[in-house]
């Protein structure tokens, strides 16, 4: 069953007559556009695309099976005008629009009805062509971490690293980047979304790398965490293993049928089993498609079952303020019966 026939089968128990789709990211999911500025109505009978003039020649060439409809007045009229010369009475739209796109379609003689998530829901399941460019998101990943790994030594700034890896990442073919990377060093690792600054690398230093690739609109997500060999490495050999092992634990649990929430404990115990647990705040994974986060929700908050064919990260970490901190995150996909790994860095403890 196709994306959009899979959206507009379900319009009617949504109890809407169309439905109005302006995220970009929902918008390429369904229609293959790559620009700035578009938006869909989809009835159970039609399906219309619309831009503005700057996207014509694109869309013409990246929009099939749709309508095209070029945006000549402001966007509120465009849509008011379609959908009173449709006959729409009811108009479903996503709820994550603007409060401002929302008041400026009311009281326009139609009944307007938020929608929570009905393109995110279709996007957790990825198909094989885009697993396929999510592994290819992962190979320019990880190719331009191997070309950085030399210069990640002591006396190297966070800063450097960074830059380098996103030079990298863009000369193995990455169009752009899904996130800021972090390169956190020493006490900076203990924060686990710290950004990178001028700190050098400093012996005995944790240094946790997360970054990750793109490749035909599709994004990875990975994590590394190295050693710089020192003294008083003791604790940090100590909770690095911890956390490869509730990585580790985590990823034979992840299967179809198995519940997000029971993923996320897998890793957590294993942490709070070793006297961890209050080191341990974030979620254990997250989908990875599109777009960097996605559904599903790997955490305590988890409100579904894993199913065959979602990606998403396994990312369990020990934060120490003063110490420092370790996070080791692959990406999976989920089959029946297990998972399959679809990183495939090296993650036994390097000191270096």
Known sequence: MSRITSLTGTLESRGIDAFL???????????????????????SGSRTFFTDSRYEEQAGREVKGWRIQIEREDRAKVITDFVRSSGIRTLGFEATASYGFYRSLLRKGFRLKAITNA??????????????????????????????????RAGESEVRISTLLEENLKKAGCGTLPFDI??????????????PTGRRLCPGDLVV?????EAEGYVSDMTRTLLINGRSLSRKKEIYEIVLRANRTAIQTASAGVH????????????????????????????VGIEVHELPRVSRLGREYIKAGMVFTIEP????????GVRIEDMVVARTGSCSVLTT???????I
């Open 21 to 43: 789709v302006s995220e970009l990211h929902n918008v390429r999911y369904l229609t293959g556009f790559t620009g700035s500025s578009g938006f869909l109505v989809v009835t």
């Open 119 to 152: 393109v995110e829901e279709l996007r957790k399941i990825k198909d094989q062509a885009e697993v396929r460019s999510i592994q290819k998101a992962i190979q320019r990943a990880e190719k331009a971490f191997i070309s950085v790994k030399p210069h990640i």
């Open 182 to 195: 972090i390169v956190a060093s020493g006490p900076n690792s203990s924060m686990p979304h710290a950004k």
């Open 209 to 213: 790398i997360d970054w990750g690739g």
């Open 260 to 287: 997000a929430r029971t993923v996320d404990k897998a890793a957590r115990d294993v942490i709070t089993g070793a006297g961890y647990g209050g080191h341990f705040g974030h979620g254990t994974g997250h989908g």
């Open 317 to 324: 970490g020990i934060y120490l303020p003063g110490t420092g």
């Open 345 to 351: 860095l090296p993650k036994e403890l390097e000191i």
